[in-house]
Every structure is written in C-alpha cells, then in structure tokens.
C-alpha cells in the first residue's frame, strides 16, 4: 500500500529565517507530486506541482520554492520566511489521469513569529 | 477554467438529524467531481469521487452526493448524523491539464451538536 509522510509536523520559525518542509511517498513509483497550503479559515491553495523529477510547476507567484530531487520526494523551501507564510501544509500524490484523487500526506503546522 | 462554490462556510445540525453540505462548480468541460474531509490537524481523506454513470455516489460511512450537470452542483448529504462526522468539509473539482490539478472550495466545516 501507499503512505505519504511529511515532517516536521510542526514548526516555529522567526520571519526571515530559512524554511525546509519535507514529503515523501512510499509504495508507488513515478507519482504527481503537490504542496498545498491552508490558511486559517480559508480553503487550499495548490503551491507548486510535479509530474517527474526536477520538474516543478508554480501556481503562484511567492518567495517559496519546491524540488523534487528523487522520484518520490518533494520540498518545500524558502530563503527568507514572512509572517504570511504561516499556515498548514499539506503534501499530497496523485497517479497521473485527471480522474485520480489526491492523497494526502498529515501536514506540517508552520508559525512564523 | 475550473472553480467550486461553497455557500456555507459553517453548518451545525443536531445528532441524528439530516444534512446536506452545498457544492457547486463551474467547467467549460466535463469534470470529475470529489468530496474531501478532514479532522482537526490532519490532512485530508478523500471520501467520495463521481467520475462517471450513475450520479448518485455513496462512501463507506452514510455519506452521499448527487452529480447534477444541469444544476452543476455535487452536493453531500447524509441523513442522520453522528458526533464523530463533525470536519471540515471539501469539494473539489478536477482540472484537465496533466498533473490533474483539484481545484477546492473554501469548505464547510460541520458542527454535530449533542
């Protein structure tokens, strides 16, 4: 079967320090790769997305980055965090066809104080 | 383009008693249509997808939810709640580019009151 882990799970971070948030997918091969986030109250907002290794797609337009260095694992970084960056985050894989659903990872509470 | 519509931000309802979780959408395309929940600090469970046929879908657990082309609209019932259904409530809908991006809805988080 399939599992899907991010860590940390949670995360205190000054503003202006660098961020490093991890996922990975176990149990299947050449998956789509995703990062979301939520925000307190509102719905989710797709970051970045993967269709293979080294291939990132941005949604919109922020001072985040993602990789994919290995098939199976994605990242989610930043040089320099805001206090707008905080929020939950969610990782999720899909296989390719647009009538697979997503799958989830557990999320990553981020705060940046 | 894709989007989804979800009127009601919060819905409490009583034990036992029926409810029903809007979500409409908007697609120049056909779509394939999905309902998410999630509890508190945890990520998201897919409980039902439409893709296609029958309109009517059902999850393992009471949930429900109507494909309506003409109405555009996938809405989630249930009808007789439990305490342990209170969450956080998503629609979503799929888009057509290759990574088959979901597009959500703002959610619906549902109360269960004792």
């Known amino acids: 079967s399939q599992t899907i882990h991010q860590w940390p799970a949670t995360l205190v971070q000054p503003v202006g320090s660098p961020l490093s948030l991890e996922c990975t997918v176990e149990g299947t091969s050449n998956p789509n790769l995703y990062w979301y986030r939520q925000a307190a109250g509102r719905g989710l907002q797709l970051l970045f997305y993967s269709v293979g290794i080294g291939q990132i797609s941005s949604e919109v337009p922020q001072n985040l980055s993602a990789s994919r260095p290995q098939d199976r694992q994605f990242i989610l970084s930043s040089k320099k965090l805001l206090l707008s960056d905080s929020g939950f985050y969610l990782c999720a894989w899909s296989r390719g066809g647009g009538y697979n659903e997503q799958f989830f990872g557990p999320g990553t509470r981020l705060t940046v104080l | 383009a894709q989007s989804v519509t979800q009127l009601d931000s919060q819905v409490p309802v009583f034990e036992e008693a029926p409810v029903e979780l809007r979500c409409n959408y908007s697609?120049?395309?056909?779509?394939?249509l999905f309902w998410y929940v999630q509890y508190p600090n945890q990520g998201l469970q897919l409980l039902l997808k439409?893709?296609?046929?029958?309109?009517l879908v059902e999850s393992i657990n009471g949930f429900e939810a109507e494909f309506n082309k003409s109405q555009t609209s996938f809405h989630l019932r249930k009808p007789s709640v439990h305490i342990s259904d209170t969450a956080e409530y998503f629609c979503a809908v799929s888009g057509l580019r290759g990574a088959n991006n979901l597009f959500f809805g703002t959610g619906t988080r549902l109360t269960v009151i004792p």
């Open positions: 439409y893709l296609s046929g029958s309109t």
């Open positions: 697609s120049s395309v056909s779509v394939y």
